[in-house]
């Protein structure tokens, strides 16, 4: 089981903080990652991370978030610095073989994030 937390309302260009806990050890999980979806949009990558700490961003993002995972608290991070209105989203984090293999993955509940301009 995932639970993400840490949404909120914000105003451009300040941070939040997402955090996806899981309820067992997710040192054997592939990957973690966080995904989103606008209203009336499809759900897309945010950024993912590899067991062995390798990440991926979506070009929305890079520069700006960071994702993190710590093993001892089962925990992912996504760091959200410069926030825009577009980023404005419900965010998923899933977990799995692969971050692109949505199908097969676990997802969380989601989280909102609203960006005000």
């Known amino acids: 089981q995932l639970q993400a937390s840490g949404g909120g309302l914000v105003q451009a260009g300040e941070s939040l903080r997402l955090s996806c806990a899981a309820s067992?050890?997710?040192?054997?999980?592939?990957?973690m990652g966080w995904y989103r979806q606008a209203l009336g949009k499809q759900r897309e990558l945010v950024a993912g991370?590899?067991?062995?700490?390798?990440?991926t961003y979506s070009d929305s993002v890079k520069g700006r978030f960071t994702i993190s995972r710590d093993n001892a608290k089962n925990t992912v991070y996504l760091q959200m610095n410069s926030l825009k209105p577009d980023d404005t989203a419900v965010y998923y984090c899933?977990?799995?073989?692969?971050?692109?293999?949505?199908?097969?993955?676990?997802w969380g509940q989601g989280t909102q994030v609203t960006v005000s301009s």
């Open positions: 991370i590899t067991n062995g700490g390798i990440t």
């Open positions: 899933l977990a799995g073989d692969s971050i692109y293999d949505r199908k097969s993955a676990y």
């Open positions: 067992l050890s997710i040192v054997s999980i592939s990957a």
